[in-house]
């Protein structure tokens, strides 16, 4: 009888992270249930999560301000199936369209999938506006501060990038 020893074929966890942003209702919350939306759904298995930051908005201004955080994961998805996954978790939670940086219930962002480069029309892997965001940079170098994406240290840019971003609490 063969023995039950590990499945050669289960796909190896990748490190992913996320970034996440609210300014409808109870923010802080709609970070949490996100996220416990991605992992009950399969998608993820949550290893770390930032502080609350909370940054005034940009693009579009008169709205309330935003609470940011970031999260770090493993998934065994495809970048696009975690995508996919993603978007349903917004969409379940009642985001909607509207104004382009406008008032959101949740967005969630992939940051990283591991080491791997992705670019299609629908995503781009690191995120390809990462190193511009302060909101983005400081809760993510808090959970990962050893972390280099594309050559940078995402601690080095956080330092460098603050304005505009303060630790609200720790989630």
Not at 78 to 104: D, H, I
């Amino acid at each position: 009888m063969p023995s039950a020893g590990p499945d050669r074929h289960a796909p190896t966890p990748v490190e992913i992270g996320l970034g996440l942003g609210s300014n409808i209702g109870d923010k802080p919350a709609n970070i949490a249930r996100a996220l416990a939306h991605l992992a009950a759904r399969g998608a993820v298995t949550v290893t770390a999560v930032s502080s609350i930051y909370r940054t005034a908005p940009w693009g579009y201004l008169d709205q309330e301000d935003f609470a940011n955080a970031c999260a770090l994961a493993t998934t065994t998805l495809e970048p696009a199936a975690l995508l996919a996954e993603v978007k349903a978790v917004e969409a379940e939670m009642g985001r909607t369209g509207g104004v382009r940086w406008g008032p959101r219930l949740i967005d969630i962002d992939i940051l990283f999938f591991g080491a791997e480069v992705f670019d299609s029309p629908e995503l781009v892997l690191p995120h390809k506006e990462l190193f511009n965001r302060a909101f983005v940079l400081a809760p993510l170098a808090e959970i990962a501060p050893h972390l280099w994406l594309g050559g940078r240290s995402v601690a080095a840019a956080a330092a460098e990038a603050r304005e505009g971003v303060e630790k609200w609490f720790k989630s």
